[in-house]
């Protein structure tokens, strides 16, 4: 027969049990579903609908200049826009006049949190000419002299004098046809706090962070950055910076981290390869596939992360996963919008969505997604307003 101290001990061993299966159950939340509402954003697309100056990009990322990533900026506080391949010149009469000029990448500003024309002022250099030249232009050890950037995520470095550091895509052209280009680098780009754009002084640092294997798909870091710090405004901040990357043809999501101090210094990296953080970049685990080369992760105001991506990178659907953490795992796509509607050619085309905390209302995800076309010039003639991101909201339930 059982004695009392016996008796004492099953049930602590079965609260013990209980306490753990509990906490497994804590651990990994559901991630099927959400409750949720979307629309379009209407004000935010009529926002970077322009005719004079610049007038067209994609490539969007949103950096506030406070460091402050996990909330909404204050209306007294500042946002970089950042854009890739830039359209300036002048629509007049819903036409394209000459002397229009596609550079690689621009700027813009906004003062506070709100899709005001006033308050947003954007940004390119001037080559000897006195046209427009992109803002960025590579200048390292491994840059040959037809490179040119896209622009990766960024975001305000507040361990390190508040340097804003943005990643730079090594591109070349290869040949003439849609979509005849490949990226061929990685790089790092430092801005010094305080900064002015078009930011005449930069440092920049070409990294490792660029695959290649054998089968000829390369991938690269810096499609999406996660700060996850406490000065951030992180919900459940461990203190570092997750910085996600894309690989190959089947769009397969990476990650690395680094603590903000040690962000420059490329050996303190490390890479989840889905036990454990490794220094191998080439042992990354892919934690899901078919996203976009621009993504985003946010923090849900449940605890829970949200992907957001367009699915198989040029689909209609701007797709999310729900994450567990910021490694996930990551549950089924749930489709958030469908862009058909905008695929008013058929020569159109949908890339790139991801979310903008900084800019977005507490519970709420503003969105945006690219618009472009595989007959870009052609297209532009008659549609010179289509090259440009578009905006949705989601509202968690």
């Known amino acids: 027969m059982l004695n009392i101290r016996s008796i004492r001990f099953v049930s602590l061993l079965t609260c013990l049990l209980w306490v753990e299966a509990h906490a497994q159950v804590k651990k990994t ?32 990322y949103t950096i506030p200049f406070t460091g402050l990533e996990g909330k909404q900026t204050n209306p007294t506080d500042s946002v970089l826009f950042i854009f890739s391949d830039t359209m300036v010149g002048e629509i007049k009469d819903n036409t394209m006049q000459p002397g229009y000029k596609m550079i690689h990448n621009s700027v813009a500003v906004l003062r506070g949190n709100k899709p005001a024309n006033e308050k947003m002022k954007f940004y390119w250099d001037k080559d000897s000419k006195g046209e427009a030249e992109s803002v960025f232009i590579p200048k390292t050890p491994k840059t040959d002299t037809a490179d040119y950037y896209w622009l990766g995520d960024g975001f305000v ?33 430092k801005i010094p706090a305080g900064s002015k754009p078009p930011f005449k002084k930069v440092e920049q640092m070409d990294t490792p962070f660029y695959l290649t294997d054998e089968q000829g798909d390369i991938g690269s870091f810096g499609a999406g950055i996660y700060v996850n710090t406490m000065q951030a405004g ?68 449940d605890g829970r992360y949200a992907l957001i991506f367009q699915l198989d990178a040029m689909s209609t659907t701007v797709g999310m996963r729900i994450g567990a ?54 297209d532009l003639k008659v549609h010179p307003n289509l090259y440009r991101p578009r905006f949705i909201r989601v509202k968690f339930q």
């Open 29 to 60: 939340p559901d991630l099927t579903k959400i409750k949720f509402t979307v629309e379009e954003a209407p004000e935010w697309s009529a926002l970077l609908k322009r005719t004079k100056g610049w007038f067209g990009g994609d490539g969007i």
């Open 157 to 189: 470095n507040q361990a390190l004098n508040n340097n804003l550091y943005i990643f730079g895509y090594r591109v070349r052209n290869v040949s003439t046809e849609a979509f005849g280009f490949r990226e061929v680098g990685n790089t790092l780009i």
């Open 234 to 301: 992180a919900r459940k901040p461990d203190g570092y910076i997750y910085v996600y990357g894309v690989k190959g043809k089947a769009k397969k999501l990476l990650v690395a981290r680094v603590l903000p101090k040690e962000f420059e210094n490329f050996e303190q990296w490390k890479f989840w390869d889905g036990k454990a953080w490794v220094g191998d970049m080439y042992a990354a685990a892919t934690l899901t596939n078919g996203v976009s080369n621009e993504l985003s992760l946010s923090a849900l105001p």
């Open 325 to 378: 953490s910021p490694t996930g795992p990551f549950g089924p796509v749930i489709k958030l919008w469908d862009c058909k509607p905008d695929l008013i050619e058929k020569t159109f085309v949908v890339y790139n969505a991801k979310a903008h905390p900084s800019i977005s209302k507490p519970g709420e995800l503003l969105i945006s997604y690219n618009i472009n076309s595989i007959e870009f010039i052609k």
